[in-house]
């Protein structure tokens, strides 16, 4: 084995946002809004409807431009053409109806600086891997709404962006398309492709995200890591498989609970002792499955939020 | 500039295949053209095949009103005479009429210094007809008038000869053979062209923008086009589409024109004379003016939501190219007055207006430069202001944009 050790390469962000702020006449949308998404990795901007999501993105990728702070692309202060390595897909996103499957997506990939031979071949690859090549030489307004999603996806990504920015990407697609981009984007992380999802779904964030920003009216009212957010928030919730004696439910640990046939969904006051309950609940049923489980990000959402909104 | 023309390529292609073009490809010319008929065919053809009776109480008078009638080989008019006729006969002649057997009766009444002549007609209105007969009446009449102070029917003949005027036009230092009717058809033809063009590319413009803010595809676009760029392609794309119309038109017109057909119809009539200075000079206000309208659609487009929307306002910005419409008479008759100047110095009329002007006299350098310079300052002030209103208005979705609210986007950065 060799002595040496080699320092891993510091990775510089792909985008980093500083404090960026934008307003429309009396509204604030944006307020001092810091961020940085990292090569690799998968990002996530929560936030309900109207919180700044899109106006955040619309300054990250240049559409609009911020009243105050900067962005950081590559490296280097923004600049149009770094826009050439991202890929945009939009919440509010359509297509050239009249225009064929492949014709369009040769004329967006031009666009994003492909020759049209390349960008065919790589429209064909992407059609096949998604499974749409049959629909390539159709109108776009002959295809139903989850195969033009799927257009969209690959409009977004056939120019091998570095920097993908998806907002609400599997919104009106089936489980089984849903799945299958997902499983496109964790191999574009694999490979080293930044992603950032703006989404109001927390569980497809919970499952895909490193980091994530949580964004409310305007603010980032919670930041960091996926894990490291989480941990800074109590295990105080218990499932447990039970049978017999209900009894243990009125455990003064317990500060709510819903009883299901034989499974309780159980919140627990702060600073309670879950073995207690533990040993309470084997004494009056038979337990086959106890387990104290972390809150989800949903729940930190409405934590946070409602936090906010108290205080 | 590789981005526009993209573009611009996308939206030429899109709207070539289109099913509106083909459809206006063909339909436009028959349409132009069956107007064009309508106005030249009754002219030409008055009363043809029509059956009349001269009823008079002097035969010589029916006879020689007769033989004028009938001197017209194109109208084929059957004459039947009825003299002499007494006020019993006119009621036989009604009767006539209501069983369809002649189309009209001429009554004359000779009693007195000056006869009365009354042209009665199963149809109202027909104007040529009218003044076909009027002319015919008063000819005869001139002839009688001669015979009975007993100049001799040679030289009555040689009296009443009709003289065609022959009209030329001169310009740049030559005569050229010109008729007002055939300068009447052509400045209609170039102003119908530029309208119609005009009006019809730029709505065009407005409807794709209203397309593609219907399909939301501009999100997607601005990610990587500037929206300037995207404004720029649209109207270049159009703008080919319209070129490349107007010369499949320009086309068919040629071949049209050398057809026997329209030889037929145009015989004896002088040919419109354009120099290549006017037709380059055309081509400058239809571009022109397709740039100014195309770019106040786009930018109107840009605040609406639907096509219904823009077809509101429509009629409003077309105001300035219907009103020249209305000028047409006007300043064909009088091409140097100060109205028609200030017209064709106004730029959203000055595009048809001038076309008038170039069929009527052709207008001094000064003006024309002075017209197309302040276009090309007007299509600059518009596309800034249209252009700062699209960027923003293609990203708001779901209502009507106030006028209030158009005004802060023009601050916006």
Redesign the interface.
Same mark, same amino acid.
């Given at each position: 084995m060799s002595s040496a050790s080699v320092a891993a390469p510091v990775k510089a962000p792909v985008v980093a946002l500083d404090r960026i702020s934008k307003s429309y006449?009396n509204k604030v949308a944006v307020q001092d809004l810091s961020l940085q998404i990292d090569p690799g990795t998968m990002f996530g901007l929560l936030g309900p409807n109207g919180s700044g999501k899109t106006s955040t993105i619309r300054m990250m +990728?240049g +559409?609009? #431009?911020p009243d105050s702070g900067s962005v950081t692309m590559f490296g280097k202060p923004y600049a $149009?053409e770094s826009? $050439?390595r991202?890929g945009?897909?939009?919440e509010? $996103?359509?297509?050239?109806?009249? #225009?064929k499957v492949m014709e369009q997506l040769v004329?967006?990939g031009?666009?994003?600086g492909l020759d049209p031979a390349v960008a065919g071949k790589r429209a064909h690859e992407w059609c096949e891997r998604l499974q749409i090549l049959d629909a390539s030489q159709k109108k776009t307004e002959e295809l139903s709404k989850g195969m033009q999603q799927k257009i969209?996806f690959i409009?977004t990504l056939m120019h091998d962006p570095d920097l993908v920015v998806m907002d609400e990407p599997f919104s009106g697609l089936d489980p089984v398309n849903t799945s299958l981009l997902q499983d496109t984007l964790i191999e574009l992380k694999k490979a080293g492709r930044a992603i950032l999802f703006s989404t109001h779904r927390m569980d497809q964030v919970e499952k895909l995200c490193d980091s994530i920003c949580l964004i409310h009216r305007g603010h980032a009212v919670l930041s960091g890591g996926m894990r490291e957010v989480k941990s800074r928030y109590e295990r105080d919730r218990v499932v447990i498989n039970f049978e017999g004696d209900v009894s243990f439910l009125q455990h003064p640990a317990i500060k709510s609970f819903k009883n299901y046939s034989g499974q309780a969904e159980i919140q627990l006051h702060p600073h309670a002792n879950a073995q207690d309950l533990l040993r309470a609940a084997t004494e009056m049923a038979t337990i086959f499955r106890f387990e104290l489980m972390e809150p989800s990000l949903e729940e930190i959402f409405i934590r946070t939020v409602g936090e906010k909104i108290d205080a | 500039m590789r981005?526009i023309l &993209? *573009?611009a390529r !996308?939206e030429y292609l899109?709207q070539i295949?289109?099913k509106a073009f083909k459809v206006t490809t063909i339909l436009i010319p028959v349409v132009f053209m069956g107007l064009m008929a309508a106005a030249i065919l009754p002219s030409k053809y008055w009363g043809t095949g029509k059956h009349i009776v001269v009823a008079a109480q002097d035969p010589a008078f029916a006879a020689s009103l007769r033989d004028q009638l009938a001197a017209d080989k194109d109208a084929k008019v059957t004459v039947d005479v009825l003299a002499p006729a007494a006020p019993a006969d006119r009621q036989a002649l009604h009767a006539e009429m209501d069983r369809k057997q002649i189309d009209g009766f001429l009554w004359i009444d000779s009693a007195g210094d000056k006869p009365q002549v009354t042209y009665v007609s199963r149809s109202a209105g027909d104007f040529t007809t009218d003044e076909s007969i009027n002319s015919a009446v008063n000819q005869a009449l001139v002839e009688q008038r001669l015979v009975k102070r007993d100049i001799p029917p040679t030289d009555v003949a040689q009296l009443t000869d009709k003289v065609d005027i022959k009209t030329m036009v001169y310009r740049a230092g030559r005569e050229t053979p010109s008729s007002a009717m055939s300068t009447l058809f052509f400045g209609e033809g170039m102003a119908f062209l530029l309208t119609f063009s005009i009006v019809m590319y730029g709505m065009n413009v407005g409807r794709s923008v209203i397309?593609?803010k219907t399909? !939301? *595809?501009?999100?997607?676009? &601005?990610?990587?086009?500037?929206a300037t760029d995207m404004l720029a392609g649209k109207l270049i794309g159009i703008g080919a589409v319209g070129i490349t119309q107007i010369a499949i038109w320009i086309a068919l017109g040629g071949i049209l024109a050398s057809s026997a057909l329209v030889e037929s119809w145009m015989a004896g009539a002088a040919k419109p004379q354009v120099s290549i200075v006017e037709v380059i000079l055309l081509c400058l206000y239809f571009l022109l003016g397709y740039a100014l309208y195309s770019t106040f659609f786009a930018g109107l487009a840009a605040t609406c939501d639907t096509e219904q929307e823009l077809q509101q306002y429509a009629p409003l910005a077309a105001v300035p190219v219907w009103l020249s419409f209305g000028l047409f008479v006007y300043i064909l008759g009088n091409p140097n007055s100060i109205w028609s100047i200030l017209v064709s110095m106004f730029p959203p009329t000055a595009p048809i207006t001038m076309a008038f002007r170039f069929t009527a006299q052709f207008p001094p350098a000064w003006q024309i430069a002075l017209s197309l310079g302040l276009m090309v300052l007007s299509i600059y002030i518009v596309l800034w202001l249209s252009s700062r209103i699209y960027r923003v208005g293609i &990203?708001m /979705?779901g209502k009507r944009a106030t006028v209030p609210e158009m005004l !802060?986007w023009l601050r /916006?950065?």
């Amino acid at each position: 084995m060799s002595s040496a050790s080699v320092a891993a390469p510091v990775k510089a962000p792909v985008v980093a946002l500083d404090r960026i702020s934008k307003s429309y006449e009396n509204k604030v949308a944006v307020q001092d809004l810091s961020l940085q998404i990292d090569p690799g990795t998968m990002f996530g901007l929560l936030g309900p409807n109207g919180s700044g999501k899109t106006s955040t993105i619309r300054m990250m +990728i240049g +559409i609009t #431009m911020p009243d105050s702070g900067s962005v950081t692309m590559f490296g280097k202060p923004y600049a $149009r053409e770094s826009l $050439r390595r991202v890929g945009y897909l939009p919440e509010e $996103r359509g297509l050239y109806k009249k #225009m064929k499957v492949m014709e369009q997506l040769v004329f967006l990939g031009q666009l994003r600086g492909l020759d049209p031979a390349v960008a065919g071949k790589r429209a064909h690859e992407w059609c096949e891997r998604l499974q749409i090549l049959d629909a390539s030489q159709k109108k776009t307004e002959e295809l139903s709404k989850g195969m033009q999603q799927k257009i969209q996806f690959i409009a977004t990504l056939m120019h091998d962006p570095d920097l993908v920015v998806m907002d609400e990407p599997f919104s009106g697609l089936d489980p089984v398309n849903t799945s299958l981009l997902q499983d496109t984007l964790i191999e574009l992380k694999k490979a080293g492709r930044a992603i950032l999802f703006s989404t109001h779904r927390m569980d497809q964030v919970e499952k895909l995200c490193d980091s994530i920003c949580l964004i409310h009216r305007g603010h980032a009212v919670l930041s960091g890591g996926m894990r490291e957010v989480k941990s800074r928030y109590e295990r105080d919730r218990v499932v447990i498989n039970f049978e017999g004696d209900v009894s243990f439910l009125q455990h003064p640990a317990i500060k709510s609970f819903k009883n299901y046939s034989g499974q309780a969904e159980i919140q627990l006051h702060p600073h309670a002792n879950a073995q207690d309950l533990l040993r309470a609940a084997t004494e009056m049923a038979t337990i086959f499955r106890f387990e104290l489980m972390e809150p989800s990000l949903e729940e930190i959402f409405i934590r946070t939020v409602g936090e906010k909104i108290d205080a | 500039m590789r981005n526009i023309l &993209l *573009i611009a390529r !996308r939206e030429y292609l899109e709207q070539i295949r289109g099913k509106a073009f083909k459809v206006t490809t063909i339909l436009i010319p028959v349409v132009f053209m069956g107007l064009m008929a309508a106005a030249i065919l009754p002219s030409k053809y008055w009363g043809t095949g029509k059956h009349i009776v001269v009823a008079a109480q002097d035969p010589a008078f029916a006879a020689s009103l007769r033989d004028q009638l009938a001197a017209d080989k194109d109208a084929k008019v059957t004459v039947d005479v009825l003299a002499p006729a007494a006020p019993a006969d006119r009621q036989a002649l009604h009767a006539e009429m209501d069983r369809k057997q002649i189309d009209g009766f001429l009554w004359i009444d000779s009693a007195g210094d000056k006869p009365q002549v009354t042209y009665v007609s199963r149809s109202a209105g027909d104007f040529t007809t009218d003044e076909s007969i009027n002319s015919a009446v008063n000819q005869a009449l001139v002839e009688q008038r001669l015979v009975k102070r007993d100049i001799p029917p040679t030289d009555v003949a040689q009296l009443t000869d009709k003289v065609d005027i022959k009209t030329m036009v001169y310009r740049a230092g030559r005569e050229t053979p010109s008729s007002a009717m055939s300068t009447l058809f052509f400045g209609e033809g170039m102003a119908f062209l530029l309208t119609f063009s005009i009006v019809m590319y730029g709505m065009n413009v407005g409807r794709s923008v209203i397309q593609e803010k219907t399909s !939301r *595809i501009f999100e997607v676009m &601005l990610a990587t086009v500037k929206a300037t760029d995207m404004l720029a392609g649209k109207l270049i794309g159009i703008g080919a589409v319209g070129i490349t119309q107007i010369a499949i038109w320009i086309a068919l017109g040629g071949i049209l024109a050398s057809s026997a057909l329209v030889e037929s119809w145009m015989a004896g009539a002088a040919k419109p004379q354009v120099s290549i200075v006017e037709v380059i000079l055309l081509c400058l206000y239809f571009l022109l003016g397709y740039a100014l309208y195309s770019t106040f659609f786009a930018g109107l487009a840009a605040t609406c939501d639907t096509e219904q929307e823009l077809q509101q306002y429509a009629p409003l910005a077309a105001v300035p190219v219907w009103l020249s419409f209305g000028l047409f008479v006007y300043i064909l008759g009088n091409p140097n007055s100060i109205w028609s100047i200030l017209v064709s110095m106004f730029p959203p009329t000055a595009p048809i207006t001038m076309a008038f002007r170039f069929t009527a006299q052709f207008p001094p350098a000064w003006q024309i430069a002075l017209s197309l310079g302040l276009m090309v300052l007007s299509i600059y002030i518009v596309l800034w202001l249209s252009s700062r209103i699209y960027r923003v208005g293609i &990203l708001m /979705y779901g209502k009507r944009a106030t006028v209030p609210e158009m005004l !802060r986007w023009l601050r /916006y950065s």
